[in-house]
């Protein structure tokens, strides 16, 4: 079963700016995609639309087999999101906000203990626990919200930069428990970047440019695309491809190089 359908989505922001024109994407379930593309080239907007948080113009989203309506919620129950601007009830502690998380999504209370008591051990926050949220980090923030995303155990991730900012012995930590989530059966879609990352933890990539998407594919598949099409010979890592593909005409351009070096 595929997990999310995209199909033909499109936003348009106001005095006619594209965000998104026409995307489509499945991401089939127990996979995890890499979603990848510039600033500005209409990832965080896909994701908005996928959270609820955006409304959008056209086009149709589907997650776990259901098409999902502009009023629906119900459908959150099963997905994790982080989201690039997270937002927190900032004067909780972390172990009441994902006390609070826990009863949003009806886990029972002993339950809802073990799971924030070993998600606060895990995000090395279990000493902090007692601080409130406002007074964290930005890495800090982002290990609360991955946490909320990830207490219900849910059968979808939503990831918009989740590793952004948290420290390299959190990060592996991380990426180990997402590759374990997608044996057991999560799908996980992840925006990010850290190209270095995507190529090392996805099971493909979908490249997003000026509001579509320009490939999907796994990282073997577009290796072997690219050569085909560009006329290259090899690509030594996912950084190379993305240069060639976002590139207008498939030309990379003139270095850029300030004045002054």
Same mark, same amino acid.
């Given at each position: ?19 998104? #024109? ?49 009023? #629906? ?102 990426? #180990? ?43 073997? #598949? ?40």
């Amino acid at each position: 079963m595929n997990a999310i359908e995209l199909i033909g989505l499109r936003k348009t922001y106001g005095k006619g700016v594209v965000a998104l #024109d026409g995307v489509d994407l499945v991401v089939e379930e127990g996979k995890l995609l890499g979603f990848v593309g510039p600033n500005g080239a209409g990832k965080s907007t896909t994701i908005n639309i996928i959270a609820g948080l955006i409304r959008k113009d056209e086009g149709t989203v589907r997650l776990l087999g259901k098409e999902i309506q502009p009023a #629906d919620f119900e459908y959150k129950g099963s997905i994790g999101f982080v989201l690039e601007r997270p937002s927190f009830i900032e004067k909780l502690t972390a172990h009441e906000y994902l006390r609070f998380v826990a009863s949003m999504h009806g886990l029972e209370e002993r339950e809802a203990s073990v799971r924030i008591d070993e998600l606060l051990e895990f995000f090395d926050l279990d000493a902090k626990k007692k601080e409130r949220i406002e007074l964290f980090s930005a890495g800090m923030k982002k290990k609360v919200s991955l946490a909320a995303a990830m207490i219900h155990r849910p059968r979808i991730l939503v990831l918009d930069e989740p590793l952004e900012a948290i420290d390299p012995v959190s990060a592996k930590a991380i990426k #180990d428990n997402l590759k374990l989530m997608v044996r057991q059966g999560t799908t996980v879609l992840l925006s990010s970047h850290a190209l270095d990352t995507v190529e090392k933890l996805c099971d493909g990539i979908a490249i997003i440019n000026r509001g579509r998407i320009v490939y999907r594919s796994s990282m073997e #598949d577009i290796r072997a695309r690219l050569k085909d099409e560009v006329g290259q010979e090899t690509f030594s890592s996912l950084e190379e491809i993305f240069v060639q593909v976002v590139s207008e005409g498939g030309n990379p351009g003139v270095e850029k190089r300030l004045s002054w070096l």
